[in-house]
Nanobody, 120 residues
Framework: QVQLVESGGGLVQAGGSLRLSCAASGSIVSIYGMGWYRQAPGKQRELIASITSGGSTNYGDSVKGRFTISRDNAKNTVFLQMNSLKPEDTAVYYC??????????????WGQGTQVTVSS
């Protein structure tokens, strides 16, 4: 069974840093794009960072220059380094990955979410 397991969330003061991790496990043939989303109370889930299998990255305007996405392909893990955190970064953070299961086929999986709370 394929699953994505996130870790690293928590409570931090404004200006602080956190590092999120998301590890994929199970019957995985390959991992294509990976990304981080977040959803604040009363708001839609938004894509904040993504990374291709080749390492190309993209960021949402709200986190550009503060957050860094990276991946360790050997460990099937994607990371999100979050610096200069603001109260408006408070949300549940989800990782997402396009996982291949053979014959050139793949599907997207979601992690369970991890809470990030930034106090002012």
């Amino acid at each position: 069974q394929v699953q994505l397991v996130e870790s690293g969330g928590g409570l931090v003061q404004a200006g602080g840093s956190l590092r999120l991790s998301c590890a994929a496990s199970g019957s995985i043939v390959s991992i294509y794009g990976m990304g981080w989303y977040r959803q604040a109370p009363g708001k839609q889930r938004e894509l904040i960072a993504s990374i291709t299998s080749g390492g190309s990255t993209n960021y949402g305007d709200s986190v550009k220059g503060r957050f860094t996405i990276s991946r360790d392909n050997a460990k099937n893990t994607v990371f999100l380094q979050m610096n200069s955190l603001k109260p408006e970064d408070t949300a549940v953070y989800y990782c997402n990955a396009d996982l291949g299961y053979g014959l050139g086929l793949s599907r997207y999986y979601w992690g369970q979410g991890t809470q990030v709370t930034v106090s002012s």
